[in-house]
């Protein structure tokens, strides 16, 4: 059988970042440039020093990926590339890079949605098998997305405000965390307890959708207010309590999906699929569902990366879907 190789890209935040897959299942090389550090200090990602980091870091990127595949560009069989949603201007320096490459060696260039990327990430540890519900958990995004086929992406559920990861970040800088908080909240909520027992939004809702923007008010509300009688409330604690009434919806809403939508797997991805909390509760849930198998993305998958794209990539080469030149971003993409 003959192998095809896709060079990747993702740009549609703050990691610059280029892989080679093999087949759509093997990672020949993985090239992550974070820029975290230079967004710290304005507290989260700032558009115009994103899109300035992704130009600088790119070629620099893709020949690193090149090199450490051991490939050269005519062993590649096709280019993929992350085209939304995102921030615009990120996104932009990734399509005209894999534009670029593209024209310059003959490939075919394949349109790719970073959810498809989140979701399949998990193809890089196993095949994907089909009904499949995802669970999409990162810093713009909280969805239920049944996956009926390949390919098929059907939104039975999304959050009405905040995405669970951006709740983790807002309520990580009222606790002096830098961005972005997640996971230093997910080990402080590891020696905390459940002690302040905030607001499960929606949670008996007959729908699939989420909020989090009440919890990450009643969180800062119960800091101000003890800030203001002067009292010091148990950081632990706080991060134990927001991050269960996270999970727990999280997690009932999850589990009301699977006995309506009966699915072979359940995957688990996206930036915020890292938090053990959550990866530990879902496998306890999954015990009451048999017949459907827990995939959770490898932790140093779950953040944005471009081997989920070409994973998603390869998925889509095979049905040959393919673009051209006319490839704009679009940071609102749907599925
Ligand atoms: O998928 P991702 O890398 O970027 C987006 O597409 O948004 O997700 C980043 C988000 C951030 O909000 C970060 O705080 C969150 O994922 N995150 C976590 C954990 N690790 C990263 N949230 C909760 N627990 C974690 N362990
Ligand atoms: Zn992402």
């Not at 090149?66 to 921030?87: C, H």
């Not at 002096?176 to 997640?182: D, E, K, L, Q, S």
């Not at 929606?202 to 800030?227: C, E, P, R, Y």
């Not at 919806?249 to 009966?262: F, I, M, S, W």
């Amino acid at each position: 059988l003959a192998k095809d190789l896709i060079l990747s890209f993702e740009t549609s935040c703050d990691e610059t970042s280029v892989a080679v897959i093999e087949n759509g299942d093997t990672i020949l090389s993985n090239i992550v440039a974070t820029q975290i550090k230079s967004h710290q200090r304005f507290g989260g990602v700032v558009p115009e020093v994103a899109s300035r980091h992704h130009i600088e870091q790119i070629t620099s990127c893709i020949n690193d990926a090149l090199t450490q595949a051991k490939v050269t560009y005519s062993d590649l069989s096709a280019v993929a590339v992350t085209y939304g949603p995102g921030l615009v201007g990120a996104l932009l320096i990734g399509v005209t890079a894999a534009k670029a490459v593209a024209w310059a060696h003959h490939l075919p260039l394949i349109p790719v949605n970073h959810l498809a990327g989140h979701i399949y990430a998990a193809r890089l540890v196993e095949p994907i098998e089909f009904p499949a519900m995802a669970l999409v958990v990162s810093g713009g995004h909280t969805e239920l997305v049944y996956m009926p086929k390949e390919n098929r992406f059907e939104i039975i559920g999304e959050t009405r405000d905040d995405a669970a990861g951006e709740a983790y970040d807002k309520i990580g800088r009222v606790l002096g965390i830098n961005y972005p908080a997640g996971k230093q909240v997910d080990e402080m909520a590891h020696k905390g307890h459940d002690t302040f027992h905030f607001p499960r939004a929606m949670d008996q809702d007959d729908n699939f959708d989420f909020s989090f923007s009440g919890l990450k008010t009643a969180f800062i509300n119960t800091v101000h207010h003890a800030d203001q009688i002067h009292e010091t409330l148990n950081k632990d604690d706080l991060a134990a309590s927001f991050q269960q009434a996270v999970i727990d919806v999280l997690a009932d809403k999850t589990k009301r999906a699977l006995q309506d939508y009966p699915v072979k797997q359940l995957i688990l991805g996206g930036g915020v699929a890292a938090n053990k909390g959550l990866r530990n509760r879902l496998e306890k849930e999954l015990q009451a569902f048999p017949k459907t198998s827990l995939e959770l993305v490898p932790l140093s998958l779950c953040g944005d990366n471009a081997a989920m794209i070409g994973a998603a990539g390869e998925m889509l080469y095979r049905h040959r879907v393919f673009t051209n030149a006319t490839l704009n971003a679009d940071p609102s993409l749907e599925f």
